[in-house]
């Protein structure tokens, strides 16, 4: 029987809590631990009605490595969901590598005191996953993750060698709120305030915050305007697939949106330097965190839908060729399978499908991987039938 922990209990591990419960043939048994107990036990409440499975709730701080060592060492599970913030992805995997629990997460690091985001700490792991013959799977949400598995999936059956990679990413849709992010506010923030950065000819190309935008059309959506932004897969695509010349991401973000982030940053409210206020430090960006809405609760009302994914040009047999493969998904279907919305719904359910793969079987190997570097067919045939059907165009216009 496989024992599973998912540490967080934010709005993905919410929805990546209902799928392990609908997949009892697989996840035999599922404990949920967090910072904040109540958390977990309302996650578990919801489980309990909604699919009739009982959950295993835990206090834990992921900070601290030897209190969840002991937790690991007590319950025993097979595998660790990091589910919690890229700030804890380095003392989860010393706690793993600790209690001999293999791990997965959907995010990479990110040292609290630095808006940084890179790979180099964690693949640093590599040899000790490996030497106590432990598999630690990196980025299994849906960007990183599936944006990963289908560029993986484009470069085994579609092409010789691929050359452009553009991850396009549109959340149309509305929660009916002046301002709120999808994700964690104080790491969607520090991520879409950085500089922007594409792979060019072998090198990073930087430019301003938000410099470079297109209007692209995308599936069922429509046109909307995408900017240029660094994402964290663009790192270890151009690493695992040499072949890449340019190599880009790009989200959509309303005007709206983006005069909201212009006053905050002007205003000093997206720093991460602490400052005192009334005798106590504070760190602005997480107060802020504290005033802003829920992403775990934005699903009841919202509409519209997500369109995600990877415009691929390439050679095969000598000639070019053009690749889209995506995924849509409605903000209120999700609601109605798992009281979430589609941001949420779209990283927790890979994270399943990824654990799946690794319990299964299809995903082994001891060592630190990036999902791309892993067989896509089981991956994606399984992605499907989970709620995130996918579809795919050739030699369409790329736009890009
Ligand atoms: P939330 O902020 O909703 O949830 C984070 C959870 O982690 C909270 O329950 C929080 O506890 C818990 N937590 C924070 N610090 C600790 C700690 N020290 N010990 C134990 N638990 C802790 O975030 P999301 O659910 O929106 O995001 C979760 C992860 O998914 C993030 O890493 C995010 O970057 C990633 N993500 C990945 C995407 C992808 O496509 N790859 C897309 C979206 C998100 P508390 O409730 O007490 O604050």
Redesign the pocket.
């Known amino acids: 029987m496989n024992r599973i922990l998912i ?8 929805v990546t809590a209902y799928k392990c419960a609908m997949n009892t043939d697989v996840f035999g048994e599922i404990m949920i ?4 107990k109540s ?1 977990c036990d309302a996650i578990a409440a919801d489980v309990k009605q909604d699919i009739g499975i009982a959950i295993h709730t835990a206090q ?4 601290d490595v030897p209190a969840l060592t002991t937790l690991l060492l007590d319950y025993k599970p097979k595998l660790v969901l990091n ?6 992805d380095l003392t989860i995997m010393d706690a793993c590598l600790a209690a001999g629990v293999h791990y997965l ?3 990479n690091y990110e040292p609290p005191n630095e808006a940084k985001f890179e790979y180099s700490w964690q693949w640093a792991y590599q040899e000790r996953f490996q030497q106590a013959g432990l598999t630690a799977i990196l ?7 599936v944006t990963n598995v289908f560029t993986a999936y484009a470069a085994k059956h579609y092409f010789d060698e691929i050359h452009n990679l553009d991850i396009v990413d549109a959340n149309a849709g509305s929660h009916g709120k002046a301002f709120a992010t ?3 506010p104080e ?1 969607n923030i520090r991520e879409v305030t950085q500089k922007g950065k594409y792979w060019k000819d072998g090198s990073w190309v930087e430019t301003a915050p938000h410099e470079i935008m297109k209007v692209l059309n995308y599936p069922d959506v429509g046109h909307k305007e995408s900017y240029l932004i660094f994402h964290e897969e663009l790192e270890s695509l151009v690493k695992n697939f040499p072949t890449l010349r340019q190599a880009r991401f790009w989200m959509t973000f309303s005007q709206e949106y983006l005069t909201h982030l212009r006053v905050i940053q002007n205003i000093g409210m997206a720093s991460i330097i602490p400052i005192m206020y009334e005798g106590r430090e504070i760190v602005p960006i997480q107060f802020l965190k504290a005033v802003l809405p ?3 609760d934005l699903g009841e009302n919202y509409t519209g839908q997500t369109s995600i994914g990877c415009r691929i040009r390439g050679i095969k047999n000598g000639q070019e060729n053009t690749y889209y493969i995506w995924n849509n998904c409605h903000h209120a279907d999700c609601y109605k399978e798992t009281k979430s919305q589609a ?2 719904y ?2 927790g359910v ?1 994270a399943m499908v990824g654990a799946k793969m690794f319990l299964q079987g299809h995903w082994v190997g001891s060592g630190v991987w990036n999902v791309e570097q892993f067989d896509p067919d089981p991956f994606l045939a399984d992605l499907t039938l989970q709620g995130l059907p996918w579809h795919e165009q050739h030699n369409s216009d790329l736009e890009l």
Do not use: H
């Open positions: 540490i967080g209990a934010g709005g993905v591990a919410k631990a967090s910072r904040t958390k834990v701080n992921a900070d589910l919690a913030l890229p700030y804890q997460d959907t995010a980025g299994c949400g849906f960007d990183p993750g999808n994700f964690n790491i829920n992403p775990g941001v949420s779209t990283t890979p």
